[in-house]
């Protein structure tokens, strides 16, 4: 492989400079696409004023998605192909050349300047290589600073006397500096990381991947290639990406827009499950029952409690005929219906539809003609509505969970044979609300009410999920997301070895099948990209404590000096904050991550001493490169340099020793470029 090569060389700088022009060209070309868009008069368009406004907002995406980032590179890499692949080329014999890059860009002519990361041709640009060129000839990578393009690096896949070395271009390209949101990865897309990217859209992907492998954002751009590969679909099915928290959904909502998807849409589980509002907390044991799975039995049993079966026959009068449907009969109607297991709002429409077929049999039989208009009269016959409403009365979601969490006789009937009479007290309200209304609903509740209401009616089904930090939902949370992809396929993001919370996941098929997917298939991804060797290898030290058998990860980066463990002997906050200053010296983010009850003492300490610092979720500026983190909140996101505070008060601040393992595990798993760990109290012993 060729060394990269800039425009400090000695030679070369034509070639450089001719990559320079075409770069140029390139965005003159996708400003005269906008342009293009932006000159459409829509005055004599014809139609209503709904496909009208319909027209304008698909045009105004269209601009949007066509805008230049300044910052963002237009395109990252060229293929030169041995052979042609377009027809009009192919009888010629010759190669051709594609830039890669974000999006599509055509001149003038139609003819392609910058080719999508996504389409097929640009696939050998990650799955290329010696042993398969996949017949491309020469692999060429730019390097970047402030978008203005500075080096390439070129690798001929064909040439036997170039041996495999590591490219330059491609290392600086992952270890350079963050600052601001998420970055993409599209640049630097490895090949395993690439497989699962293109995973065909019918199937259930789920990825266990240790810190710094990019499971994140391999799930962000699956998104991306899907939308691109499937977009029609998509469109109608939608898709929805779900993440822990929502400073962790700001922190990877600039991911996709630089990718040219602007539609994708973004939420938490306690944002999909909103049917109340959650103003009180469980305890963890408390929740930990509410999580269960066995709690969608105990509602589906409280859901259907109201059901009875009839005692006296449903007489219909019409005219001066009096119709008859014996009870006998209507109760085999009632228990046919339940145990087709449909929706019991869609059961109690069926209902009277069913009892007036009944009547519509007895008419024939007697030798009148009833047609669908006389079946739909009597479905809306007063004694057919009171049957309905008598034997499967309606059923609120809300005022169910809010009744089966405060009457005591209530949830020992549902729960009979599911749960403990200890458990059901566990998870009884101590001081029952009044109403649905004042209840102080808990994050646990809101999931259970969610399932209430599936139960009664069917929870619309998107095409596409992707579900980041799985490994920390309960099973009834699974089931949640689920539901939103019944009928669709999801990605699914985590690692077992971060699993924080006291529900957290034991294994993959286990929360698959409660998600719905069993026959999702499982990757793993172990090669790091993100974090140095000497810091993986140090948070690795944990993992027989907290994630037995997990394979521990290993890094293709080795950067000698990255880790300091120190103990600090005098003030402590002062060493903290000055190891903070010591760390903005350096180019990039810095991230203070502390125990969440110790984040008001270096708030006030970092303000003292004219350190500005940023909350996560909002994105870092040149004034504000640093963070300060609660080790609560430090999952998914990452820094150039971190400053760790005190290990054995982030393992004290979680209910248990696992637990807090585990998230000490996430915090040391955080820096890109150096961890300073900074302690006063003993080390946990694995880390000793």
């Given at each position: 492989m060729h060394s990269p090569t800039t425009d400090a060389a000695a030679a070369g700088t034509d070639p450089l400079q001719r990559e320079r022009d075409h770069l140029a060209s390139s965005r003159a070309a996708l400003r005269a696409m906008r342009e293009d868009v932006e000159s459409l008069d829509l005055r004599d368009v014809?139609?209503?004023?709904?496909?009208?406004?319909?027209?304008?907002?698909?045009?105004?995406?269209?601009?949007?998605?066509?805008?230049?980032?300044?910052?963002?590179?237009?395109?990252?890499?060229?293929?030169?192909?041995?052979?042609?692949?377009?027809?009009?080329?192919?009888?010629?014999?010759t190669g051709e050349r594609f830039y890669i890059g974000r999006r599509h860009v055509h001149d003038a002519d139609g003819d392609p300047m910058v080719i999508d990361w996504r389409a097929p041709v640009s696939q050998p640009f990650y799955r290329a290589s010696r042993k398969d060129p996949m017949d491309v000839e020469r692999r060429r990578r730019f390097g970047y600073t402030a978008g203005e393009l500075t080096a390439y690096e070129d690798e001929h896949l064909t040439d036997p006397a170039e041996g495999d070395t590591r490219s330059a271009l491609l290392a600086a390209e992952i270890e350079k500096p963050r600052v601001g949101p998420m970055r993409d990865i599209v640049a630097t897309i490895q090949p395993e990381q690439d497989e699962i990217v293109r995973a065909d859209v019918s199937g259930t992907v789920c990825v266990q991947g240790a810190p710094g492998?990019?499971?994140?954002?391999?799930?962000?751009?699956?998104?991306?290639?899907?939308?691109?590969?499937?977009?029609?679909?998509?469109?109608?099915?939608?898709?929805?990406?779900?993440?822990?928290?929502?400073?962790?959904?700001?922190?990877?909502?600039?991911?996709?827009?630089?990718?040219?998807?602007?539609?994708?849409?973004?939420?938490?589980?306690?944002?999909?499950?909103?049917?109340?509002?959650?103003?009180?907390?469980?305890?963890?044991?408390?929740?930990?029952?509410?999580?269960d799975a066995r709690m969608a039995e105990v509602l589906k049993r409280a859901v259907r409690s109201g059901i009875t079966l009839p005692t006296e026959p449903c007489v219909v009068v019409r005219g001066a005929r009096r119709w008859r449907v014996p009870a006998y009969e209507l109760t085999g109607i009632i228990e046919e219906l339940q145990g087709r297991e449909i929706r019991y709002g869609a059961a109690a429409e069926a209902l009277p539809q069913r009892i007036a077929h009944a009547v519509l049999v007895k008419m024939e039989q007697s030798g009148e003609a009833p047609d669908d208009r006389v079946q739909?009269?009597?479905?809306?016959?007063?004694?057919?509505?009171?049957?309905?409403?008598?034997?499967?009365?309606?059923?609120?979601?809300?005022?169910?969970?809010?009744?089966?969490l405060s009457d005591a006789d209530f949830l020992a009937r549902c729960a009979d044979g599911l749960l403990t009479e200890e458990e059901q007290r566990t998870i009884l309200w101590e001081k029952p609300a009044r109403s649905p209304r004042t209840a102080r609903w808990s994050a646990a509740d809101a999931v259970l009410v969610d399932e209430a209401t599936d139960l009664v009616q069917r929870t619309p089904s998107l095409g596409h999920v992707v579900l980041d930090e799985a490994q920390d939902l309960s099973p009834m949370q699974y089931r949640a997301v689920g539901r939103r992809c019944s009928t669709g396929s999801a990605t699914v993001l985590g690692d077992?070895?971060?699993?924080?919370?006291?529900?957290?996941?034991?294994?993959?098929?286990?929360?698959?099948?409660?998600?719905?997917?069993?026959?999702?298939?499982?990757?793993?991804?172990?090669?790091?990209?993100?974090?140095?060797e000497e810091v993986i290898a140090y948070a690795s030290r944990l993992l027989p404590a907290i994630a037995p058998g997990l394979a521990p990860a290993s890094s293709v980066r080795e950067a000698p000096g990255s880790l300091t463990v120190r103990r600090v002997t005098g003030d402590h906050v002062t060493e903290v904050v000055a190891a903070c200053r010591a760390a903005l010296g350096h180019e990039g983010s810095t991230g203070l991550i502390a125990a969440d009850a110790r984040i008001p003492l270096f708030a006030e300490a970092l303000a003292e001493a004219g350190l500005p610092f940023v909350e996560p979720g909002v994105e870092t500026t040149a004034e504000a490169r640093l963070t300060l983190v609660p080790a609560s909140l430090a999952k998914g996101l990452e820094y150039d340099y971190v400053v760790l505070d005190e290990p054995a008060e982030v393992v004290a601040g979680e209910p248990d020793e696992r637990t807090g393992l585990r998230r000490l595990y996430v915090a040391l798993t955080r820096a890109v470029s150096g961890l300073q760990v900074l302690h006063s109290a003993p080390l946990p012993d694995r880390l000793v």
């Amino acid at each position: 492989m060729h060394s990269p090569t800039t425009d400090a060389a000695a030679a070369g700088t034509d070639p450089l400079q001719r990559e320079r022009d075409h770069l140029a060209s390139s965005r003159a070309a996708l400003r005269a696409m906008r342009e293009d868009v932006e000159s459409l008069d829509l005055r004599d368009v014809t139609g209503t004023w709904v496909s009208a406004a319909v027209l304008h907002n698909q045009i105004q995406q269209r601009i949007a998605a066509l805008a230049d980032l300044a910052h963002t590179p237009l395109f990252f890499g060229r293929l030169d192909y041995l052979h042609a692949i377009s027809e009009e080329l192919a009888e010629g014999g010759t190669g051709e050349r594609f830039y890669i890059g974000r999006r599509h860009v055509h001149d003038a002519d139609g003819d392609p300047m910058v080719i999508d990361w996504r389409a097929p041709v640009s696939q050998p640009f990650y799955r290329a290589s010696r042993k398969d060129p996949m017949d491309v000839e020469r692999r060429r990578r730019f390097g970047y600073t402030a978008g203005e393009l500075t080096a390439y690096e070129d690798e001929h896949l064909t040439d036997p006397a170039e041996g495999d070395t590591r490219s330059a271009l491609l290392a600086a390209e992952i270890e350079k500096p963050r600052v601001g949101p998420m970055r993409d990865i599209v640049a630097t897309i490895q090949p395993e990381q690439d497989e699962i990217v293109r995973a065909d859209v019918s199937g259930t992907v789920c990825v266990q991947g240790a810190p710094g492998t990019g499971k994140t954002a391999v799930g962000l751009h699956r998104v991306a290639y899907l939308l691109y590969a499937h977009r029609e679909r998509l469109a109608r099915t939608g898709t929805l990406v779900i993440g822990p928290n929502d400073s962790f959904l700001q922190y990877i909502e600039q991911v996709l827009p630089a990718l040219g998807e602007l539609d994708v849409a973004q939420a938490t589980v306690q944002q999909l499950v909103g049917h109340v509002e959650v103003r009180g907390e469980d305890s963890a044991a408390a929740a930990l029952v509410k999580g269960d799975a066995r709690m969608a039995e105990v509602l589906k049993r409280a859901v259907r409690s109201g059901i009875t079966l009839p005692t006296e026959p449903c007489v219909v009068v019409r005219g001066a005929r009096r119709w008859r449907v014996p009870a006998y009969e209507l109760t085999g109607i009632i228990e046919e219906l339940q145990g087709r297991e449909i929706r019991y709002g869609a059961a109690a429409e069926a209902l009277p539809q069913r009892i007036a077929h009944a009547v519509l049999v007895k008419m024939e039989q007697s030798g009148e003609a009833p047609d669908d208009r006389v079946q739909d009269a009597v479905a809306r016959n007063t004694a057919v509505k009171a049957v309905v409403k008598a034997c499967w009365p309606p059923a609120d979601p809300v005022k169910l969970v809010h009744r089966l969490l405060s009457d005591a006789d209530f949830l020992a009937r549902c729960a009979d044979g599911l749960l403990t009479e200890e458990e059901q007290r566990t998870i009884l309200w101590e001081k029952p609300a009044r109403s649905p209304r004042t209840a102080r609903w808990s994050a646990a509740d809101a999931v259970l009410v969610d399932e209430a209401t599936d139960l009664v009616q069917r929870t619309p089904s998107l095409g596409h999920v992707v579900l980041d930090e799985a490994q920390d939902l309960s099973p009834m949370q699974y089931r949640a997301v689920g539901r939103r992809c019944s009928t669709g396929s999801a990605t699914v993001l985590g690692d077992l070895a971060q699993g924080t919370t006291p529900w957290a996941t034991a294994d993959w098929p286990e929360a698959l099948r409660h998600l719905g997917k069993s026959d999702a298939h499982i990757e793993e991804l172990t090669q790091g990209f993100r974090v140095p060797e000497e810091v993986i290898a140090y948070a690795s030290r944990l993992l027989p404590a907290i994630a037995p058998g997990l394979a521990p990860a290993s890094s293709v980066r080795e950067a000698p000096g990255s880790l300091t463990v120190r103990r600090v002997t005098g003030d402590h906050v002062t060493e903290v904050v000055a190891a903070c200053r010591a760390a903005l010296g350096h180019e990039g983010s810095t991230g203070l991550i502390a125990a969440d009850a110790r984040i008001p003492l270096f708030a006030e300490a970092l303000a003292e001493a004219g350190l500005p610092f940023v909350e996560p979720g909002v994105e870092t500026t040149a004034e504000a490169r640093l963070t300060l983190v609660p080790a609560s909140l430090a999952k998914g996101l990452e820094y150039d340099y971190v400053v760790l505070d005190e290990p054995a008060e982030v393992v004290a601040g979680e209910p248990d020793e696992r637990t807090g393992l585990r998230r000490l595990y996430v915090a040391l798993t955080r820096a890109v470029s150096g961890l300073q760990v900074l302690h006063s109290a003993p080390l946990p012993d694995r880390l000793v």
